[in-house]
Nanobody
Framework: QIQLVESGGGSVQPGGSLRLSCAAS????????MGWFRQAPGKEREGVAG???????TYADSVKGRFTISRDSGRSTLYLQMNNLKPEDTAMYYC???????????????????WGQGTQVTVSS
Protein backbone atom coordinates (compact mmCIF):
# COMPACT_ATOMS: atom_id res chain seq x y z
CA GLN A 1 0.00 0.00 0.00
CA ILE A 2 1.50 3.28 -1.14
CA GLN A 3 1.44 6.04 1.42
CA LEU A 4 2.68 9.62 1.48
CA VAL A 5 2.31 11.37 4.82
CA GLU A 6 3.12 15.05 5.16
CA SER A 7 4.06 16.78 8.40
CA GLY A 8 5.67 19.97 9.65
CA GLY A 9 2.99 22.48 8.76
CA GLY A 10 1.82 25.16 11.16
CA SER A 11 1.39 28.86 11.73
CA VAL A 12 4.29 31.27 11.36
CA GLN A 13 4.82 35.00 11.09
CA PRO A 14 5.95 36.60 7.84
CA GLY A 15 9.69 36.16 7.42
CA GLY A 16 9.68 32.93 9.39
CA SER A 17 10.67 29.42 8.36
CA LEU A 18 9.17 25.95 8.31
CA ARG A 19 10.39 22.57 7.14
CA LEU A 20 7.86 20.18 5.70
CA SER A 21 8.46 16.43 5.59
CA CYS A 22 6.82 13.72 3.52
CA ALA A 23 7.31 10.15 4.67
CA ALA A 24 6.90 7.64 1.85
CA SER A 25 6.20 3.91 2.05
CA UNK A 26 4.94 1.06 -0.10
CA UNK A 27 7.01 1.80 -3.20
CA UNK A 28 10.69 2.22 -4.14
CA UNK A 29 11.14 5.82 -3.03
CA UNK A 30 14.65 6.12 -4.47
CA UNK A 31 13.34 5.29 -7.96
CA UNK A 32 10.61 7.91 -8.09
CA UNK A 33 10.64 11.62 -8.79
CA MET A 34 8.94 13.72 -6.15
CA GLY A 35 7.20 17.07 -5.91
CA TRP A 36 5.56 19.55 -3.60
CA PHE A 37 2.32 21.27 -4.53
CA ARG A 38 0.05 23.71 -2.72
CA GLN A 39 -3.52 24.91 -2.83
CA ALA A 40 -4.70 28.15 -1.30
CA PRO A 41 -8.38 28.76 -0.48
CA GLY A 42 -10.30 29.58 -3.63
CA LYS A 43 -7.36 28.85 -5.89
CA GLU A 44 -6.22 25.97 -8.04
CA ARG A 45 -3.49 23.68 -6.84
CA GLU A 46 -0.07 24.72 -8.13
CA GLY A 47 3.38 23.21 -8.33
CA VAL A 48 5.97 24.46 -5.87
CA ALA A 49 9.09 22.31 -6.32
CA GLY A 50 10.16 19.05 -7.90
CA UNK A 51 13.19 16.78 -7.52
CA UNK A 52 14.61 13.98 -9.63
CA UNK A 53 16.23 10.84 -8.28
CA UNK A 54 19.57 12.30 -9.40
CA UNK A 55 19.03 15.45 -7.35
CA UNK A 56 18.04 17.83 -10.12
CA UNK A 57 15.42 20.30 -8.96
CA THR A 58 12.87 22.73 -10.35
CA TYR A 59 10.98 25.52 -8.59
CA ALA A 60 8.06 27.80 -9.20
CA ASP A 61 9.22 31.36 -9.78
CA SER A 62 7.29 32.52 -6.72
CA VAL A 63 9.44 30.43 -4.35
CA LYS A 64 12.87 30.49 -6.01
CA GLY A 65 15.55 31.57 -3.58
CA ARG A 66 13.28 30.98 -0.57
CA PHE A 67 12.31 27.27 -0.73
CA THR A 68 14.59 24.24 -1.03
CA ILE A 69 13.42 20.75 -1.91
CA SER A 70 15.53 17.76 -0.87
CA ARG A 71 15.22 14.02 -0.39
CA ASP A 72 16.74 11.37 1.86
CA SER A 73 16.47 7.99 0.18
CA GLY A 74 17.75 6.20 3.29
CA ARG A 75 14.79 7.56 5.22
CA SER A 76 12.35 7.50 2.27
CA THR A 77 11.55 11.09 3.10
CA LEU A 78 11.04 14.23 1.05
CA TYR A 79 11.61 17.68 2.53
CA LEU A 80 10.69 21.26 1.75
CA GLN A 81 12.64 23.93 3.60
CA MET A 82 10.68 27.19 3.44
CA ASN A 83 12.40 30.42 4.43
CA ASN A 84 11.29 34.06 4.36
CA LEU A 85 7.68 32.97 4.30
CA LYS A 86 5.07 35.40 3.02
CA PRO A 87 1.31 35.57 3.62
CA GLU A 88 0.78 34.46 0.01
CA ASP A 89 2.50 31.17 0.88
CA THR A 90 -0.50 30.25 3.03
CA ALA A 91 -1.94 27.03 1.62
CA MET A 92 -2.38 23.31 2.07
CA TYR A 93 0.86 21.67 0.96
CA TYR A 94 0.92 18.26 -0.68
CA CYS A 95 3.71 15.91 -1.65
CA UNK A 96 3.42 13.66 -4.68
CA UNK A 97 5.36 10.90 -6.45
CA UNK A 98 5.77 9.94 -10.09
CA UNK A 99 7.83 7.58 -12.19
CA UNK A 100 10.63 9.69 -13.57
CA UNK A 101 10.50 10.62 -17.23
CA UNK A 102 12.82 12.49 -19.57
CA UNK A 103 11.01 15.74 -18.71
CA UNK A 104 11.47 15.25 -14.94
CA UNK A 105 11.64 16.98 -12.59
CA UNK A 106 8.32 18.62 -13.37
CA UNK A 107 5.66 20.74 -11.70
CA UNK A 108 2.93 19.41 -14.01
CA UNK A 109 0.41 17.72 -11.75
CA UNK A 110 -1.07 15.24 -14.20
CA UNK A 111 2.22 13.32 -14.33
CA UNK A 112 2.11 12.51 -10.62
CA UNK A 113 0.66 9.15 -9.64
CA UNK A 114 0.51 9.25 -5.86
CA TRP A 115 -0.50 12.04 -3.47
CA GLY A 116 -0.47 12.69 0.25
CA GLN A 117 -3.29 14.19 2.30
CA GLY A 118 -1.59 17.53 2.88
CA THR A 119 -0.34 19.71 5.70
CA GLN A 120 -1.54 23.25 6.36
CA VAL A 121 0.83 26.22 6.32
CA THR A 122 -0.45 29.57 7.53
CA VAL A 123 1.65 32.74 7.34
CA SER A 124 0.15 35.62 9.25
CA SER A 125 1.11 38.38 11.64
Amino acid sequence: QIQLVESGGGSVQPGGSLRLSCAASGYPFSSYCMGWFRQAPGKEREGVAGIHTDGRTTYADSVKGRFTISRDSGRSTLYLQMNNLKPEDTAMYYCAAMRCAWWSPTLTQRYYDYWGQGTQVTVSS
